[in-house]
Every structure is written in C-alpha cells, then in structure tokens.
C-alpha cells in the first residue's frame, strides 16, 4: 500500500468481503465487470456477513489465523474506481464493510471456520461499530462497549471517543 496511515499494516492487513455484497450491488448499480477485488477487498469470502461478524472473532482459512479487529472504512479512491462522486456514502448506506487483521493473499476462500467467537467479552459487530461511525455515536452504551475492547484499535478508539458525550 502506498500510504500506511490509512492502508495496510498490522490493523489493516487484509479486507474480507462476502460475495454476496456483490450480489446486492448487482442490483443497485449498472455495470458490465464484477470482478473479484472491485471493491478493494484481498480476501472474498462466502457467509461472513457484516451483522454477524463480531470484533475479536477469530477465523482460520487454510493455515491461516485472523482476527476481525475493524471495519474497511472506505477512502476518496472509491469513487474513482466506480466513477461515481458519491460511492462512499452509496457503501456505507449498503454496508458490507468486513476488515480482517492478517496476513492473506488475494482469492476466493470457501472454507472459512470460526475457531474462536469472543461473542461473550465482545458482542459487537461490523455493522454496530459502522453504525455507531456513521451515527457519531448516536447510541452511547454501544459506544462504550465498542472503546472497551482491547482489540479494536486504538487510532479508532482515537475517533471514537470523540463522539462521547
């Protein structure tokens, strides 16, 4: 990635999202090539749905161990790559935001097995935490729930708390 502020490194090292966000957006834009990784994403999968993922989750695919940690929270660049002014906030009304921290190489990985649910220290999921984004907090027990969870990082936290009243 070309600037690690916002891409990339530890907490940001590979972007899942599920195929069937691409179903969705199928039915709301008009566009000729669906391919894989349109969306930014270095890890598309099947089932792991924004309102089920919970941060702390942990997954393994193949070998591999990851941890949802955050949600993608999407820059200017896409909308240069959708040509649209207004892409960002198109994504945030449809969701589909799924942030993985880990290590993967790009492709489509069908057998994704949740080791480990953190569900009992951390019933937040993707969704909540965008909720709670793109709401500034509007919902303060959630907001104090997420700034509890010592996985979810502290740059984010930073945002976060912001918003408390």
């Known amino acids: 990635q070309a600037d690690l502020r916002y891409h990339g490194g530890q907490d940001k090292a590979v972007y899942a999202y599920d195929i069937s966000y691409y179903e969705h957006w199928k039915t ?3 566009r000729e090539s669906w391919e894989m990784g349109l969306f930014g994403e270095n890890l598309t999968t099947d089932g792991i749905l924004d309102h089920e993922v919970k941060i702390g989750s942990i997954y393994q695919i193949g070998t591999t161990t990851l941890q949802v940690i955050q949600p993608r929270i999407p820059c200017y660049k896409v909308n240069i ?5 207004d892409m ?4 945030f009304e449809q969701r589909g935001m799924v942030r993985i921290s880990g290590c993967w190489k790009k492709g489509i990985f069908r057998q994704v097995m949740l080791l480990n649910s953190t569900g009992i220290e951390f019933s937040v999921t993707i969704q909540d935490v965008v909720e709670c984004l793109t709401s500034k907090g509007g919902n303060q027990e959630k907001l ?9 990082p502290e740059r984010m936290k930073e945002r976060f708390r912001k918003f408390l009243n």
């Open 28 to 30: 709301v834009l008009e």
């Open 144 to 152: 104090q729930e997420i700034l509890l969870i010592p996985v979810f």
């Open 81 to 85: 790559r959708f040509g649209l002014p």
């Open 88 to 91: 960002i906030e198109r994504f």
